[in-house]
């Protein structure tokens, strides 16, 4: 698995993507985490806290073998499920494949979770990721988004060029459609974001500017839900 896991996955839950470096495979296994702050939690473009600050943390177990398992949490302010926290929990598969490893993937399923809510707050969504020279390309579905009994798909490529050392052009384009896009906004959306990622001292940075294609009935300036592009700003600490 990923050396920096849990930046990986706080990637994927912002919409941005990392350095390549940051995000390396193991060679042994490990016990990582994380612990993150963000200005807002946006999963696919739209805010699960209300526009405001997050704070975010995950631990995860790489084998030798390539299977991994962890979990991964954040606050949220989410009218829909009356949530307060967040908690997802992950297992999958890593490999590399090539002369020199260099063509890398994952398969990954991940339960959605609020707790202190109903069932009606979780499900499962599975997704397959492959890494090459700086690119990473994935595919989710689910068929149950929200335990509603939907399907919900999303696709999402994302390029990180080190244009200096430890700095690194961070870009990331997603398009989520499906019965559950169209459940959440009567339309298929396309999420985008576009910034730079470096590590200073151990930590972490990021700097991106969001956005999505939602129609104009379908935007949101406050609030719960919020989906007007924003810059977002996050700093995470890995161990």
């Not at 396309?190 to 001292?201: F, K, N």
């Amino acid at each position: 698995m990923y050396k920096k896991f849990n930046k990986k996955r706080i990637a994927q839950v912002t919409g941005l993507t990392l350095a390549a470096a940051l995000i390396s495979p193991m060679v042994s296994a490990e016990v990582s985490g994380e612990i993150g702050v963000t200005s807002d939690y946006r999963f696919r473009g739209v805010s699960q806290t209300a526009g405001d600050f997050a704070i975010q943390g995950g631990i995860d177990y790489s084998a030798e073998n390539g299977f991994f398992v962890g979990a991964w949490a954040s606050n949220v302010d989410d009218e829909s499920y009356d949530a307060d926290v967040e908690i997802d929990i992950y297992a999958g598969y890593w490999g590399a494949i090539g002369e020199d490893e260099e063509f890398e993937y994952d398969v990954t399923l991940t339960y959605y979770t609020y707790p202190g809510q109903d069932e009606s707050s979780k499900y499962l969504e599975a997704n397959v990721g492959f890494y090459y020279a700086g690119f990473h390309l994935a595919q989710w579905y689910t068929n149950d988004y929200a335990n509603a009994d939907v399907d919900l798909h999303y696709t999402e490529l994302n390029y990180s060029y080190e244009f200096i050392e430890n700095w690194s052009i961070d870009a990331h384009v997603g398009y989520s459609y499906g019965d559950g896009a169209d459940l959440d906004w009567g339309e298929d959306y396309m999420d985008y974001s576009i910034g730079v990622s470096t590590e200073l001292a151990g930590v972490g940075l990021s700097l991106a500017w969001l956005d999505t294609n939602l129609s104009d009935d379908n935007m949101i300036d406050d609030g719960p839900w919020k989906n007007e592009g924003t810059v977002l700003a996050t700093a995470s600490y890995a161990f």
